[in-house]
Every structure is written in C-alpha cells, then in structure tokens.
C-alpha cells in the first residue's frame, strides 16, 4: 500500500520513517512547504518530495532541492494520507482528500468532528477497520487512553481525576514558552484532555486539569484513578506489564527521577531520536488505598502518537483485522518490547 505523508515535522518525520520500516506498505512520499534541513534530510534518504502548489516549486529550486511534484499529482496514486500538518490545517485540506477519494488519517490536533473515529489501538482498533476518515488522539490523549483502556479491561475505571504537566515546547522549537513560569492552561479548567479522552470512552467519568511548564521533553500527568473493583498493587503491576506499549519504570532500580534522565537513557539505549513510544509509568508511584489508584506516568510528547498512526494505517487499509496481530507487528518493527532494552 501506498502512504503519502503531508507534513514532516515533529510526528510526521517520525510516521514517515516508521512506515519505511513496514513490509506491508510502502512511503510512497511527502507532502513539505519549506526547503529547509528537514527537506534536505528527507531527499538524502531517498524520499520523494511534493508541494501543495506552483508557488513552492520555485523555493524548491532555488535551494537545489528536487520536487517531484504537487501534492495532487501524488493523491492520485496512493491509498491514504497520513495528515501531520500543524492544528487546523489538516481540516482543510480533508475537501482535497474526498476530491481524490483518498483515507486519511488526521492528529489530534484536528477537531474530532474532521474524522469518522478518534482512535487508539488499545481501546477501539475494530472500529477503524475499513475507515475512510481516522483522527489518531494527541499525545497526551493516548497516554491516557493507554493506561486507562488497560486498567478498564483489567479490572474497570469508574473515575479519573488528572493533573497534566505539560512541556512547553517541542526541542526544535524557538517559538513557545514560557520561559520562567507556570502556566495554567487552559485558566479555567478542566482542559480538554478529559473531554477527549471522552471521545474514545464516551462513558467514563474523568475531569483534567493542566499547567505549562518551562521544560521541552516530556508531559508528565498525576492521576487519581476509582476503580470498579478491589485490586492489589500487584495486579495493577501485572496488567499494565502485559502491554508492550507501557513501561513500567522503576525508579528506584534505575535510580531515575527525572525526565531529563529517561531521555538520558533513551539515547544510551539507542533509541532513533531519543524516542520512547511507551507509556512510561513510575512504577514507584503505584499506591493503592481501597478502589482508589494513584500513579505518576510520563508521556513523550514526539514520539508516543507514532505506534497508533500505522496501526491506523493498517487497521483502515484492512492490511490487519487482529488488533493483536497488528500491535505486535509494528512493535516488532519499532523496537517496542515492553522492556528497557534495545
């Protein structure tokens, strides 16, 4: 199958070279509207380029940089677009998507109402099966559903009440801050975390809460969770170690405390870009006091969305019906094992 990306920033650079290591679909190119690094990056790894109109072919050609053409001549030979385009422009260009009667899958930057389905593999792959439109969640959005989706099948998650710690800014960007504060966000709360967590869990009870804070590498979330039933801090343990996509960090092992130092060891195992696509719980931070559970787990903002968007691409090509068997096949080719090791 045939995969154009649009856009090659943050989380499309990184579902471009996830879908290069696929042997059940092919990048077919990307969709970029700057001659910059990243477009030099792309063109010496083979990749093809393409622009949304004449007026970039010209910027193309005077940094040396070869196109092989616009966007539209592209959509009328692939099967699906993965949209990675900044917040709210994925929605425009969804008309240019139906026009060429090609599936996309939008961030979850976009609206939910721009894709039939808000999607995690965890909780509603199935549904996705054969989807024309899919909106993979935001990042923090999946880590949440991650975690909850587990625990709900596990044992049942009545309640949820979060306190995000957001990053300020991706590492690249020069842009955002703040710089020295702390930030409410949104000033009135909840934020919108929980409502789109809703989209996926419609019936669940969960309000979040959020602050901004100076730092770029990871989201941090404080959860308190009610659960259904009664369960021991061992089985906690155990059912969020069944899932490859959740890391449980113990810290005290590790003598790890910090994001700064699960980035640290990222790069000393060797991770592409530094990445952790898990979930990464504290496992130090499980307590549990009756049917409430309360834990501290970290999301990387860059990377966590990736897992989802091919597993998206899979499950609306139809190119897997197996939630299972899908998971385990992009985990196999993302290095993702549920354990810290290469």
């Known amino acids: 199958m045939r995969i154009l990306v649009n856009g090659f920033g943050t989380i499309g650079k990184r579902v471009a070279w996830a879908i290069m290591r696929q042997d059940d679909m092919d990048l077919y190119g990307i969709v970029k509207t700057k001659p ?90 199935e549904q996705a099966l054969g989807k024309d439109y899919v909106r993979v969640v935001s990042c923090n959005t999946t880590g949440l559903l991650r975690l909850l989706c587990t625990l709900d099948r596990a044992i049942g998650v009545e309640k949820v009440r979060a306190l995000l710690v957001r990053r300020a800014a991706d590492p690249k960007e020069i842009k955002k801050g703040p710089i020295n504060a702390i930030v409410l966000d949104p000033p009135n709360p909840p934020s919108h975390h929980g409502v789109d967590v809703k989209t996926v869990m419609p019936k669940l009870d969960i309000l979040t809460y959020a602050v901004v804070v100076p730092t770029t590498l990871m989201h941090m979330h404080y959860l308190v969770i009610t659960l259904r039933d009664y369960a021991s801090r061992a089985k906690i343990i155990s059912a969020l170690e069944e899932v490859s996509r959740i890391l449980l960090v113990d810290s005290s092992k590790l003598s790890i405390k910090s994001t700064a130092e699960l980035v640290e060891l990222a790069r000393d195992l060797g991770r ?52 299972v068997e899908a998971m385990h096949k992009t985990d196999k080719s993302l290095g993702i094992t549920g354990r810290l090791t290469n």
């Open 36 to 125: 910059d690094y990243a477009a030099w990056i792309a063109v010496k790894n083979g990749i093809d380029i393409y622009v949304p109109g004449e007026e970039h072919l010209k910027m193309f050609e005077e940094k040396g940089l070869p196109v092989k053409g616009l966007i539209t001549d592209a959509l009328s030979k692939v099967d699906l677009v993965v949209d990675a385009t900044p917040a709210k422009i994925g929605a425009k260009y969804k008309e240019l998507y139906k026009q060429y009667s090609v599936k996309a899958i939008f961030q979850g930057g976009e609206k939910p109402e721009v894709a039939q389905l808000s999607f995690n593999t965890l909780c509603n792959y």
């Open 272 to 323: 592409p870009r530094n990445d952790f696509y898990e979930l990464l719980v504290w496992e130090n931070s499980i307590t549990v006091n009756g049917k409430e559970l309360m834990l501290v787990q970290s999301v990387h903002q860059e990377a966590i969305v990736v897992p989802e968007n091919i597993d998206a691409i899979r499950a609306m090509l139809r190119l897997e019906e197996d939630p």
